[in-house]
């Protein structure tokens, strides 16, 4: 079964912050890194209203981008130094409106392995102090082996 | 069963575009109507560097975001005047690397329904005069009453 | 938000075990109620011959049976005493090849609806002391009224 | 990307019916091979009471064990002679309520690949002269290398 990623603890948050800072869409949506470990990863998203629909509620977009994206890195937080993952599909139960002021979303591989993983995550929207479960995402990921630099 | 709204075409194409149009999120990202019909509905989405990930492959949310709003608009196709779609879940299957010009949808409602209506949709890829299937999506949606104006 | 089924807890496990013997393709795989409360139910199927493929493990379609219909308790426990459920949809992760003597099976409400219930179940093969968890299913159950008896 | 068996089709279609005849489940449950070719399998079940839920409809389980063997047949007809597929992960939608005298299912390959298939199937019921579709599935299948003979 896969190992987790065999470098320091330091190493690998930096390494997952420059997943979610370098990536021009993670960026443009305006998603944060918030922690990581051994198969799991956290984020957050801070609403600005060009994240809604006209109806008021939350674009199914901008959810799933924040459960996709966090998905990714907790797989990837399985695979060895020479390995990277590929999302092959995944399936989102949008479980209430998506309303509030920020979104934050924690992802948890359920089961790892050599040739795939499968991985959970949930996002919570947040006003004020209180904190709902907006939806849950599981994606089955296929572990690729990195080209080898020219 | 449900049957497609009872506006004359033309109202119908002005309803849709301006769901495209008046959407922050979708203004935002980019998508673009292109045409639909009862139960069915084309968008567009020209790529910018911002759509990627720094891997060079377009972000899983972008592919997403452009097949779950056609499917929406597809379903909305299907309902009465006072009636709108919620999206339940939906599950997309990345088939193949996002990578060129262009992104194409189309979606078209597999089962209308009283209560709820299933959709897919299909998401391609154009670069110069080549067309590749990258993403397939099967969604949920509940059929919901509006609420009457206060 | 829906509330669990008002009987007391004696006629719900009674309701819920007639739900299995009641069932003809359920007692013909030989699913076995164990337990059951608000929102939750448990069956276990003992593992014969009949169950496998000619590869020598079980075919997904035992395991599926039992966790739908395992989910579809679940749900029918979050209905008040005129609802029934329909099943719209579910996904089946197959987490490792179904080998053992027995499966048991968990499924839970993850979210409860006026309308729809979402519904998880895990599955787990049994082979001696060990207990290895070989499925994950999620489902979208509607809530659908009970006709009226004529 | 892979090819068809590169089999004679009746030797093929010999194989498929194997796949069939040979499962100690599928032939309990009653599937019945039709027809094959590259990357598509066709199969039907006659229905009997011990099919059924004590509600009048199928059993979910049923259609569910149609479509996905029927799908898993698909996905093999697309590897090589010393692959075989392992179902990951599927999707299914419950169209309609399953009544009637006789279930048809066709599977086809979506997209195929080197280390993953992704498959559709169709599953219909039949009565007298009537054919309504009453599930869509969506399945993932890993392709791996059959173990050498000791």
Same mark, same amino acid.
């Not at 993670?26 to 809604?52: I, K, M, N, T």
């Given at each position: 079964m896969a190992q987790p990623h065999p470098l320091d603890p330091a190493a690998v948050q930096a390494l997952v912050k420059r997943g979610f800072e370098g990536s021009p869409f993670v960026r443009d949506v305006g998603? @944060?890194?918030?922690? *990581?470990? +051994? /198969?799991? *990863? +956290?984020a957050s998203l801070e609403l600005?209203?060009?994240h809604f629909q006209h109806t008021g509620v939350m674009h199914a977009g901008v959810i799933t981008t924040l459960a996709d994206h966090c +998905? /990714?890195? +907790? /797989? @990837?937080l399985m695979c060895g130094p020479d390995e990277h993952v590929v999302t092959l599909e995944f399936k989102i139960n949008l479980l209430?409106? /998506?309303?509030g002021e920020r979104l934050t979303c924690r992802a948890e591989v359920l089961k790892p392995g050599k040739a795939f993983h499968v991985v959970e995550a949930q996002v919570?929207?947040?006003q004020a102090a209180s904190k709902v479960l907006v939806a849950k995402l599981n994606a089955t990921l296929a572990v690729a082996r990195n080209k080898a630099p020219a």
């Amino acid at each position: 079964m896969a190992q987790p990623h065999p470098l320091d603890p330091a190493a690998v948050q930096a390494l997952v912050k420059r997943g979610f800072e370098g990536s021009p869409f993670v960026r443009d949506v305006g998603l @944060q890194f918030v922690d *990581c470990g +051994a /198969g799991w *990863c +956290a984020a957050s998203l801070e609403l600005q209203p060009r994240h809604f629909q006209h109806t008021g509620v939350m674009h199914a977009g901008v959810i799933t981008t924040l459960a996709d994206h966090c +998905a /990714g890195e +907790a /797989g @990837q937080l399985m695979c060895g130094p020479d390995e990277h993952v590929v999302t092959l599909e995944f399936k989102i139960n949008l479980l209430r409106p /998506g309303v509030g002021e920020r979104l934050t979303c924690r992802a948890e591989v359920l089961k790892p392995g050599k040739a795939f993983h499968v991985v959970e995550a949930q996002v919570w929207t947040h006003q004020a102090a209180s904190k709902v479960l907006v939806a849950k995402l599981n994606a089955t990921l296929a572990v690729a082996r990195n080209k080898a630099p020219a």
